[in-house]
């Protein structure tokens, strides 16, 4: 149903009215591209937070004068995806809270988020438990790391029906257990792998005590990986010998930590999954605007940049529009390609968060890992 | 008796077992389920819906002794199999650029040149699928006479070994899995000729592995273009119908452009969606008395099937 909130602004409307409105719509409210986003409550201020790069991130809500009911008409592109929460203002306080009339959400490490869904943005269907696709199991590992002088705990991701005979592929995930938590990793695997999208395979979560540290190109983490958690997995689990059959997953620092891995231990990864990469270097220097945590970051990417190799064999780059980093990504683009590796490089309208890298896992897992979808009927 | 059924996909809904009743059929049944490749001998959820008596060929445990036991055979079967994907390689370029000019002259602007053209497109993509199943015969029958497979020592072992379990099992259940895998190993144990006096009964790869030739297909695959592909001659048991495993998966046959072209493209065989619970008895290589399910029409309707 259409909805034109100005105009119902200025109809002067009582708490009758704005009942039947929130009644006879959901908000935010789509009318092509135009959203309207709607709160209702005493404040003194209310403001849409969101965390769309490049907008003013704090949007103030208009107040319908003598009611309590507050509204903000956005232009959002198609297919977007916005995470975003409601600023109130009383007395000089200010509290972030979910949009109390919008029941999508994102969980994060820090808590959730109000999602908004642009015009055209489907939400994909292999996001949810399918009763027919048989569920993998999760088992606990643990690595004795010489490297980190500690024992770390691992998990891994067991395909259903997995065979001791056949060798499968391997894919490492950084931050793992969150990709599991906030990315529903696991429901995914289960998924593509019932629709043959993607082989069964199995899938090493790995996670950090430091990862703003170890994430950040340190050759530590690298030899961990590489010659520490490979190896041991190897050992324990049928692993399909070949560099194209071994991936590395990563988001934000885990795709650095992914591409540091890879290009200090060329011929050992065949296939690499880079989503926000926080890919940041300078073409001077080392001054950059992103603080202390980049420092590493940069003097690595600064360093693959100078020369790069052949870290890879196929490598899918994805990063969102609303984020900061996409310049970086973009800029990272014909590098990569140059080296002759295979690349592609695909962006989305959304920002640097756990469902932006959950929508892009179908066509990231397929490319690298393509499934017997053409060949297997059952 | 003899007799071929194809059936849906059995995993989550299975009906063999019924069929096996209405059919009034008796074991023992000679199972093949090659298609599982290394899964083939956990057969025992199939074993119990057939209710039967039955003994697994083990095509694909054969397959693999064969190549064991033959190692120069073993070379040239991969050198056979990177033949067929170089072909099949070229072929899918070909067959985008003419589905594509398929599409889009199907959907230009109507007027008195429009079914001249269109028909004119459909021949192109027919000539195609022609030739290059035309390309995968003759492949495939070269690479026979080179290596007379049918006369080697490892391979005429277990032939007798089959011949003896088909001998005594009048039912023959072909399962799902890799089609290609599937029809290799049946055609290479010479099943093409031996199973034409047995009641078949078969279902997904298996259904598709019996006709006269096995077209891949998925219209929203998460990479490429979605165009179905012939990928090779079939066992040839029958012809007239076209059967589609999995089509409420795998076909959009709701755009009614996209089934308009499977079915013209795919003419004169019936474009047979198989999906769970529905069946086909086929008479004359058609379907008849007893079939239970669909048939996609040349306007791209979709219609119950009337025998």
């Known amino acids: 149903m259409k909805l034109s909130i100005r105009e119902f602004a200025r109809s002067a409307p009582g708490p009758a009215e704005i009942d039947a409105l929130l009644e006879q719509h959901t908000f935010p409210h789509q009318d092509g591209t135009t959203t309207t986003f709607v709160y209702r409550g005493e404040a003194d201020e209310v403001r849409l937070r969101h965390f769309i790069y490049g907008l003013p991130s704090s949007q103030p809500f208009n107040a319908i004068a003598g009611t309590d009911l507050w509204y903000l008409v956005y232009e959002l592109p198609e297919c977007s995806r916005v995470e975003y929460k409601i600023e109130l203002v009383n007395e000089g306080e200010t509290q972030w809270i979910l949009d109390p009339l919008n029941p999508y959400t994102a969980r994060d490490p820090f808590g959730a988020n109000s999602v908004c869904h642009g015009p055209g943005y489907v939400r994909p269907r292999w996001i949810d438990p399918d009763p027919d696709a048989r569920p993998g199991t999760l088992r606990n590992l643990i690595v004795p790391s010489r490297v980190f002088d500690e024992r770390r705990k691992l998990q891994v991701y067991i395909p259903a029906r997995m065979r001791r005979e056949r060798d499968y592929p391997l894919l490492i995930v950084h931050d793992g257990p969150d990709f599991v938590r906030y990315s529903g990793l696991t429901t995914v695997l289960d998924n593509l792998i019932y629709r043959l999208e993607i082989p069964p395979m199995i899938v090493a979560l790995t996670e950090s005590p430091n990862r703003l540290e170890e994430y950040a190109g340190d050759e530590r983490h690298a030899e961990f990986i590489a010659k520490e958690v490979l190896p041991m997995i190897r050992t324990k689990l049928p692993i399909d010998p070949s560099p194209s059959a071994v991936g590395l997953l990563g988001a934000s620092f885990g795709a650095v930590a992914s591409l540091s891995t890879a290009w200090r231990y060329p011929g050992v990864f065949g296939r690499l999954l880079l989503l926000s990469g926080s890919f940041a270097f300078t073409d001077i220097g080392e001054n950059h605007n992103r603080g202390p945590a980049f420092d590493p970051v940069v003097r690595f990417m600064n360093a693959f940049r100078d020369q790069p190799g052949t870290p890879t064999e196929k490598l899918f780059l994805g990063c969102g529009t609303y984020e900061s980093l996409i310049y970086e990504n973009r800029s990272l683009l014909p590098l990569l390609q140059a080296t002759g590796m295979d690349v592609r490089y695909v962006e989305s309208r959304d920002g640097h968060n756990w469902e932006n890298w959950r929508d892009r896992l179908r066509e990231g897992l397929s490319w690298l890992f393509p499934g017997p979808l053409w060949m297997v009927y059952e | ?307």
């Open chain 2, 1 to 307: 008796m003899s007799g071929i059924v194809l059936l849906g996909p059995q995993r989550l809904q299975p009906t063999v077992g019924q069929i096996i009743q209405d059919l009034d059929l008796a074991g023992p049944v000679a199972a093949i389920t090659g298609g599982w490749e290394e899964r083939e001998h956990e057969d025992d959820e199939l074993t119990a819906n057939l209710e039967l008596e039955t003994q697994n060929l083990e095509l694909y445990q054969r397959g693999e002794q064969v190549l064991e036991d033959d190692p120069d055979l073993f070379r040239a079967l991969q050198d056979l199999r990177a033949q067929r994907r170089k072909a099949q390689a070229l072929y899918r370029i070909s067959l985008h650029g003419a589905m594509a000019t398929l599409r889009a002259v199907a959907e230009a602007p109507a007027s008195e040149y429009s079914q001249e053209e269109l028909t004119a497109a459909f021949e192109v993509v027919r000539a195609l699928d022609a030739r290059h199943l035309e390309r995968i015969t003759r492949i495939e029958a070269s690479f026979r006479k080179r290596w007379a497979t049918a006369r080697r020592q490892s391979v005429r072992r277990q032939r007798k070994e089959i011949d003896e379990i088909l001998e005594r099992c009048p039912v023959v259940a072909v399962a799902g899995g890799h089609v290609g895998v599937l029809t290799d190993l049946m055609r290479f144990f010479g099943l093409d000729s031996r199973l034409k006096r047995h009641q078949l009964l078969a279902w997904s790869a298996g259904a598709m592995a019996l006709g006269s030739r096995v077209i891949l297909f998925h219209d929203s695959p998460p990479q490429g273009f979605g165009n179905a592909e012939v990928w090779g001659p079939g066992l040839g048991l029958y012809g007239q119908v076209l059967p589609f495993p999995q089509a409420r998966k795998r076909l959009m046959l709701d755009d009614s452009l996209r089934a308009t072209i499977l079915a013209r493209r795919f003419a004169p065989q019936t474009c047979v969606p198989l999906d769970e619970g529905e069946h086909l008895v086929l008479v004359d290589g058609r379907p008849g008395a007893g079939s239970s399910g669909r048939r996609l029409e040349q306007d791209g309707r979709l219609v119950e099937l009337s025998p």
